[in-house]
């Protein structure tokens, strides 16, 4: 079974960094493109950030550009998103997920294999 797991949400305050992470289990994360998006109440789900499989070029929604950094860990199946400097509207649900398309791509539709969540609260 093809299982992404994220963790380190939280409630931070407006300033405040953390670092989330996504696990995969039953395939090998290193060999997909992995992207994180985020939904708020309301809001359609966007792409943040994704590293590409082909070559871990990374790529940044403007929103997020210089704050938030994507990487693969040393064992090439965990992807983190270090998010600093963190705002209000950085405030949603934050998943990641895997795709087989080699190349960076931020549309959710692309992606077949997704994690359950976890929630990002920016607030003082």
């Known amino acids: 079974q093809l299982q992404l797991v994220e963790s380190g949400g939280g409630l931070v305050q407006p300033g405040g960094s953390l670092r989330l992470s996504c696990a995969a289990s039953?395939?090998?994360?290193?060999?997909?493109?992995v992207g994180w998006f985020r939904q708020a109440p309301g809001k359609e789900r966007e792409g943040v950030s994704c590293?590409?499989?082909?070559?871990?070029?990374?790529y940044y929604a403007d929103s997020v550009k210089g704050r938030f950094t994507i990487s693969r860990g040393n064992a090439k199946n965990t992807v983190y998103l270090q998010m600093n400097s963190l705002k209000p509207e950085d405030t949603a649900v934050y998943y990641c997920?895997?795709?087989?398309?080699?190349?960076?791509?931020?549309?959710?539709?692309?992606?077949?294999?997704w994690g359950q969540g976890t929630q990002v609260t920016v607030s003082s």
């Open positions: 039953g395939f090998t994360l290193g060999y997909y493109t």
């Open positions: 590293i590409s499989s082909s070559d871990d070029s990374t």
């Open positions: 997920a895997a795709t087989k398309t080699p190349i960076g791509i931020m549309i959710p539709r692309m992606y077949g294999i």
